[in-house]
């Protein structure tokens, strides 16, 4: 699954035709599923009616050729179960919703709200553990009882850690599936138990991203492993700076979109410009 980019004009807004190149082109690339809106389609800093356009749009472009996933995860339950609704109504299969960031929930807080939007939408939803940049860390045991609510499905896992990954995948793994959120690991979470990654490299090589993939799910071990070695590169390179910051420059330089993003987030140093570079080149996708 890509965590795909929210193209923008230089002035901000929504560019809708470079949205449908991407949308093509991961199509084209063999994509299995799209999420739109994630955090790295900069969920925070779109408002509703964007987020709602962005998620309509992705699923009207597909139209039924590849799956959609809605990014709908918020610091308030409220409005996570807002942006749920409408990931529902815009068509998405479903919705993958990221810890509340900045306020930091206990972990009866983090159930709460979890399941309280698992109920209120009948949509099916993957949690989403990155405790590096929200400041809030769903641990194992708050996983497993949320894994016997029938619609949440899976959880997203960027810890950092490979042992937390593997506890939840001892722990809750027939009940719903573990995916990496961390594209350095994607490889050894997936030797793991993983069923696969919502992957920021994949933007820009899906192809080769899909191949790793599914060489692990099939026990080609050796296959994956050399596939791997060619993405180590841009997995190290596309988080020189925050994400989505230096995916969206390599995107650009591939032709796909325009180089904006909204503020805070500015544009790559240019002192990483070459680096990048070189990562694409390794990746065979420059």
């Not at 002035?11 to 799209?34: K, M, N, S, W, Y």
């Not at 509340?100 to 399941?115: A, C, D, M, R, V």
């Not at 490299?201 to 599914?214: E, F, G, K």
Request: glycine letters at 8%; one cysteine or more.
């Amino acid at each position: 699954m890509v965590a795909m980019v929210t193209p923008m004009l230089e002035d901000g807004a929504l560019d809708d035709p470079a949205l449908e190149r991407l949308v093509e082109f991961h199509i084209e690339q063999g994509t299995d599923a799209i999420v739109a809106v994630g955090t790295t389609g900069e969920s925070a800093t779109l408002d509703h009616e964007e987020h709602a356009h962005v998620m309509r749009r992705v699923v009207e472009i597909a139209a039924g050729r590849i799956t959609v996933m809605g990014g709908c995860g918020a610091n308030s339950t409220w409005e996570a179960q807002q942006l749920t609704q409408a990931a529902l109504e815009a068509g998405c299969e479903a919705a993958l919703l990221v810890t509340p960031y900045y306020n930091k929930p206990t972990q009866e807080g983090l159930y709460q709200h979890f399941s309280h939007v698992a109920q209120a939408v009948a949509i099916p939803q993957i949690l989403y553990n990155v405790p590096g940049r929200t400041g809030c860390d769903l641990l194992p045991e708050t996983v497993d009882r949320l894994a016997d609510i029938s619609n949440i499905i899976g959880i997203k896992e960027a810890s950092g850690s490979l042992e937390r990954a593997e506890e939840v995948i001892e722990r809750c793994g027939d009940r719903l599936d573990v995916y990496c959120g961390e594209d350095a690991r994607n490889l050894a979470l997936m030797n793991a138990g993983a069923k696969g990654c919502v992957s920021v490299t994949a933007n820009v090589a899906p192809a080769l991203m899909r191949q790793m993939c599914a060489a692990v799910l099939q026990g080609d071990h050796t296959e994956a492993e050399a596939l791997d070695a060619r993405l180590a590169a841009l997995h190290n390179a596309l988080f020189l700076e925050s994400n989505p910051i230096p995916v969206k420059w390599a995107l650009c330089e591939m032709g796909l979109i325009g180089p904006t993003l909204r503020l805070p987030l500015t544009p790559l140093s240019e002192q990483h410009y070459e680096t990048v570079r070189q990562a694409l080149k390794l990746a065979d996708v420059l």
